[in-house]
């Protein structure tokens, strides 16, 4: 009910402005073109001058770029030219490079965004990744206890490892809200606690879920009601977690990784894009009709989106709910509101700024007629859609 107060509500804001696109582009300007040796050399250079073509080499190695064909012959020099979409691979690339160097990282991060990577080798990519995550983590216990098999010294351990996360004020945990720094390090270790599935996690629940729904910024969907409508968020917060420990822990999911098919996974990337793209356009588009941020509590999933982890953690988790059929269904409710209400709007306002700015004048010139306070939701909503944001 609430996207649909949203999605309904900019709709209304938008009222007769006709939206329209360039034919040979998408809404983000991208070609479809096949690419030249030389050019894709040239726009890597232009974005990251330190690139060279043996760095186009290294890439193509790794399977993080398609592979050239010989198109003809320029005198005695071939000529070569990449698949249509190759410069967008290389721009998506070099903009998760700012991320990660990490190649099993990278590789994960092009599939999701539906680039052309082998599904077999992002799925052994995304174990890897996995792995990692978890002998990372093991090996930060470890440097904080000599008893790292012992449940209650593994649990200081972790309370320890969260309060220097939560301390942390850039390259960490974004902060969504005010949060007292004993309540948001409760908040952390939670999360540490359920993604490793830790036995003294399940006792702290009840009492800590509260604080990591604060962390995450979600609680504001518990008792924010735009236009009457019911809060999207309710029930006990220890319970909703309880069901995430059940799946979303980080050895569950490497199993479910390494169980699922090409088909699944594959199926599972298609859904986690539309699910989190609607709820970041969602969330969007309820900050600029409230004018605040993370008015709806859906924060977390904009930053999330930009974060190269999304594909190795969301991919798996859902091909799990996949396979549990009442999980499954409230999943196809969502995304159905989602793609009925959030995306065409997003979309919608995308394609308003992709015009050329004379013709998107042209298209918004009644604007000054609308009541002050109209203008300045509308100009808000453009706003949230043209900001550039690092992804």
């Known amino acids: 009910m609430t996207c649909v107060y949203w999605a309904e509500t900019a709709d209304r804001m938008l009222g007769g402005v006709r939206v329209g696109v360039q034919d040979n582009q998408d809404a983000s300007g991208s070609t479809l073109d096949k690419v030249r040796a030389r050019d894709l050399l040239e726009l890597a250079r232009s974005l990251d001058p330190s690139v060279t073509e043996r760095t186009l080499e290294y890439w193509r190695a790794q399977g993080l770029l398609p592979r050239p064909e010989r198109i003809g012959q320029e005198g005695k020099r071939p000529v070569w030219s990449y698949p249509p979409g190759t410069g967008d691979q290389l721009t998506s690339l070099l903009q998760w490079r700012r991320k990660t160097k990490d190649p099993n990282m990278l590789r994960a991060a092009l599939w999701y965004d539906g680039f052309p990577v082998d599904t077999d080798r ?55 809200g005010r949060q007292a720094l004993s309540e948001r390090s409760a908040g952390v ?62 050895a569950r999911l490497l199993k479910v990784l390494k169980e699922a098919s090409d088909a699944e996974l594959e199926l599972a990337r298609s859904l986690a894009r539309t699910l989190i793209g609607g709820i970041s356009a969602l969330s969007r588009i309820a900050d600029a009709i409230a004018g605040r941020d993370n008015a709806a509590g859906f924060a977390w999933v904009c930053f999330t989106a930009n974060e190269p982890s999304t594909a190795v953690l969301v991919v798996p988790l859902l091909v799990a709910i996949l396979r549990t059929s009442e999980l499954a269904s409230g999943l196809d409710q969502v995304l159905t509101s989602l793609q009925a209400n959030a995306l065409p709007v997003e979309q919608r306002v995308k394609e308003l700024l992709a015009l050329p700015e004379a013709e998107r004048a042209e298209r918004l010139k009644n604007l000054p007629e609308l009541p002050f306070a109209e203008q300045l939701r509308i100009r808000r909503l453009l706003t949230q859609f043209s900001d550039k944001p690092e992804r």
């Open 122 to 176: 992002v799925r052994q990519s995304m174990a890897v990744s996995l792995q990692g995550l978890i002998e990372l983590f093991d090996k930060e216990v470890a440097k904080r206890t000599d008893r790292p098999n012992d449940p209650g010294a593994r649990w200081q351990a972790i309370q320890a490892i969260a309060r220097t996360v939560a301390s942390k004020r850039t390259k960490g945990i974004p902060r969504l």
């Open 189 to 250: 270790a939670l999360t540490f606690g359920l993604m490793t599935n830790e036995p003294l996690a399940l006792q702290h629940l009840e009492a800590d879920a509260p604080a990591l729904e604060r962390l995450m910024g979600v609680d504001r969907g518990r008792r924010f009601k735009p236009g009457g409508a019911a809060p999207w968020l309710d029930g006990p917060p220890e319970k909703g977690l309880a069901s995430f420990a059940e799946l979303g822990g980080v």
